[in-house]
């Protein structure tokens, strides 16, 4: 069993940074890929980017590339969201996700998720 507990929501203007994190318990992290999914009101949960199990492969949704970076640390199990020029469009609960070794963008595939962080852009 993993638990994971997200952090690092709020409300920031448009242009802003946050950092999101997700910390996870009980089970040995280095063996987890990990993946930030996001949903807005009215909208279905979509992926946001994934970080495999060793932090040595990444990816992006199209629509974060070059402006969100996901990365991890191992020793403290804890997975990261640099979010950098937020726009209102990125309003959305962010959540985090864990599945063995690899992430992939389908979230069907993540077998333990966390309670979610809001994040608010105001234009």
């Known amino acids: 069993q993993v638990q994971l507990v997200e952090s690092g929501g709020g409300l920031v203007q448009a242009g802003g940074s946050l950092i999101l994190s997700c910390a996870a318990s009980g089970r040995t992290f280095s063996s987890l890929g990990m993946g930030w999914f996001r949903q807005a009101p009215g909208k279905e949960r979509e992926f946001v980017a994934g970080?495999?199990?060793?932090?040595?492969?990444?990816s992006y949704a199209d629509s974060v590339k070059g402006r969100f970076t996901i990365s991890r640390d191992n020793a403290k199990s804890t997975v990261y969201l640099q979010m950098n020029s937020l726009k209102p469009e990125d309003t959305a609960v962010y959540y985090c996700a864990a599945r063995w070794r690899i992430s992939v963008p389908a979230m069907s595939a993540y077998d333990y998720w966390g309670q979610g962080t809001q994040v608010t852009v105001s234009s």
């Open positions: 970080i495999s199990f060793s932090g040595a492969s990444t």
